[in-house]
């Protein structure tokens, strides 16, 4: 169905989500997919999901030569989707499993170029008197 599905215990505010994916992202995790139900599989076990993935992410991290935190590619899925493309912020909200009031508190700040966007659009009539 090329959907990713959380697990309620699998996410920040343990609510369970489904949501689509890209066909890039569901042909490399399709080539991931062992025989049993988890793509990322526990290494005991393949019935369970892996309780952890500090490993693997510190040796991805290494092969590729990035330092950074996992949080960080998060923060900065959020900027370039929200300020860079102009995104739909319900959507993305709904897509990083976040807020709508996290994404207008964090990321969605006027800029004085904003404000005077709305000014100009506005033809500087609001409460204009003339006189």
């Known amino acids: 169905k090329k959907t990713i599905h959380l697990r309620a215990q699998d996410t920040k505010i343990r609510r369970a989500r489904t949501m689509g994916m ?21 290494r005991y076990d393949e019935a369970k999901p892996t309780r952890s993935n500090k490993t693997a992410w510190g040796a991805c ?10 949080h960080d590619l ?7 989707a929200l300020l860079e493309r102009k995104l739909n ?9 976040v807020s709508l009031s996290e994404i207008q508190n964090t990321y969605l700040h006027p800029s ?3 404000t005077r966007e709305v000014a100009n659009e506005g033809g500087g009539r609001a409460g204009d008197k003339r006189g």
């Open 22 to 42: 890209s066909d890039r992202v569901f042909r490399a995790l399709k080539g991931l997919r062992q025989e049993g139900p988890f793509v990322f599989a526990s």
């Open 61 to 70: 991290k290494k092969r590729a030569g990035v330092r950074c935190r996992f």
């Open 74 to 80: 998060r923060h900065t899925f959020l900027s370039v």
């Open 89 to 97: 912020p319900l959507h993305v909200a709904v897509y990083a499993g």
């Open 112 to 114: 004085v170029e904003d």
